[in-house]
Nanobody, 115 residues
Framework: QVQLVESGGGLVQAGGSLRLSCAAS????????MGWYRQAPGKQRELVAN???????NYADSVKGRFTISGDNARNTVYLQMNSLKPEDTAVYYC?????????WGQGTQVTVSS
């Protein structure tokens, strides 16, 4: 049974930084995409960033220049470095992995940015 285990969320002041990590326990066959989504209260879940085939990255416009996604395919781990955090970044952040056979979600980690 594959599980995605997230860590690194917390409370930070505006302008601060956090680093989220997501590690897959168990083996996942042929990972195509690893990424992060977030969901703020009363809003739909949205893509924050993803990394495709271990190299090509995509970012939401709202985080470009502030967040960096990276992955370690050998360890089935994905990271999200978040700098210059803003109160509007406050949300539950979810790790997402898409393989050739199915999609996996983490349990979510809370990120709160105070003004």
């Amino acid at each position: 049974q594959v599980q995605l285990v997230e860590s690194g969320g917390g409370l930070v002041q505006a302008g601060g930084s956090l680093r989220l990590s997501c590690a897959a326990s168990g083996s996942i066959f042929r990972i195509n995409v690893m990424g992060w989504y977030r969901q703020a209260p009363g809003k739909q879940r949205e893509l924050v960033a993803n990394i495709i085939s271990g190299s090509r990255t995509n970012y939401a416009d709202s985080v470009k220049g502030r967040f960096t996604i990276s992955g370690d395919n050998a360890r089935n781990t994905v990271y999200l470095q978040m700098n210059s955090l803003k109160p509007e970044d406050t949300a539950v952040y979810y790790c997402n992995v898409l393989s050739t056979v199915r999609e996996y979600w983490g349990q979510g980690t809370q990120v709160t940015v105070s003004s």
